[in-house]
T-cell receptor, first 111, second 113 residues
Framework: QQPVQSPQAVILREGEDAVINCSSS?????VHWYRQKHGEAPVFLMI?????EQKGHEKISASFNEKKQQSSLYLTASQLSYSGTYFC????????????FGGGTRVLVKP | NAGVTQTPKFQVLKTGQSMTLQCAQD?????MSWYRQDPGMGLRLIHY???????DQGEVPNGYNVSRSTTEDFPLRLLSAAPSQTSVYFC????????????FGPGTRLTVT
C-alpha cells in the first residue's frame, strides 16, 4: 500500500518554511525522502529509521513518528534550489525492504 | 563509477511489440528495482530483486517480466506493449537492508502508439 503525502503542492517565497507529511496505513520501519527536479531522476535526501536513527546529507530535516505511522519533512528558510517534487518512500522489511513511494508533493519556491 | 545506467533513453513502440529496457549498476548493490512514473504522478514499483536469481512483484507487475542473472544487470521486458505502458521507467539500486540510500538511473521515456 502506497503512503499518502500531503499537501499535494505548495508555493513558497524564498526564506519561508514548509512541512510535507507522509502517512502510512502500515507500521513504519524506514522512511526515505527523495527530491526530483523536472525531467530528472529522483535524488536521495534522507532516511529515517525506526528507533530514531537518521541519515542525510542536506540542510533539510525530518521527523519520524512510529505511533502515528507518519513522517514529516521540514523545509526551513527555503531556497530557490528547493523547488521540485518530493517523494517519501516506505520500506517493507517483510519483502526485502522494497521501497513504495507516495504520490509526491510539488514545491515551488519563488524569489 | 558510472552508477546506474539505463538504455535506451527514448523509445517508441507500436502496440503489440515487445522490447527490453536495460539496466546496469557497477556498485555491487544487491537490491535492484524498476519503477514507472506517469506524467504528474508518483513512482510505482513494477518488480524488484534482492539478489541474483531472486525477483518479486511490486505494485504494477502485469505486462512486465524481469530476470536477474547477475548482480550488475536487471533488464525489464515488455511482453506486448500497450498504450497504457507509455511512461518514464526508472531503474534503481541500493545495498540490501532498509537503511541505505537508493540510486536511480536517468530513466527511459517510452511511448507506445
Amino acid at each position: 500500500q502506497q503512503p499518502v503525502q500531503s499537501p499535494q503542492a505548495v508555493i513558497l517565497r524564498e526564506g519561508e518554511d514548509a512541512v510535507i507529511n507522509c502517512s502510512s496505513s502500515k507500521a513504519l520501519y524506514s522512511v526515505h525522502w527523495y527530491r526530483q527536479k523536472h525531467g530528472e531522476a529522483p535524488v536521495f535526501l534522507m532516511i529515517l529509521l525506526k528507533g530514531g536513527e537518521q541519515k542525510g546529507h542536506e540542510k533539510i530535516s525530518a521527523s519520524f513518528n512510529e505511533k502515528k505511522q507518519q513522517s514529516s519533512l521540514y523545509l526551513t528558510a527555503s531556497q530557490l534550489s528547493y523547488s521540485g517534487t518530493y517523494f517519501c518512500g516506505t520500506g517493507d522489511p517483510a519483502a526485502g525492504n522494497k521501497l513504495t513511494f507516495g504520490g509526491g508533493t510539488r514545491v515551488l519556491v519563488k524569489p | 563509477n558510472a552508477g546506474v545506467t539505463q538504455t535506451p533513453k527514448f523509445q517508441v513502440l507500436k502496440t503489440g511489440q515487445s522490447m527490453t529496457l536495460q539496466c546496469a549498476q557497477d556498485m555491487n548493490h544487491e537490491y535492484m528495482s524498476w519503477y514507472r512514473q506517469d506524467p504528474g504522478m508518483g513512482l510505482r514499483l513494477i518488480h524488484y530483486s534482492v539478489g541474483a536469481g531472486i525477483t518479486d512483484q511490486g505494485e504494477v507487475p502485469n505486462g512486465y517480466n524481469v530476470s536477474r542473472s547477475t548482480t550488475e544487470d536487471f533488464p525489464l521486458r515488455l511482453l506486448s506493449a500497450a498504450p497504457s505502458q507509455t511512461s518514464v521507467y526508472f531503474c534503481a539500486s541500493r545495498r540490501s537492508g532498509g537503511s541505505y540510500e537508493q540510486y536511480f538511473g536517468p530513466g527511459t521515456r517510452l511511448t507506445v502508439t
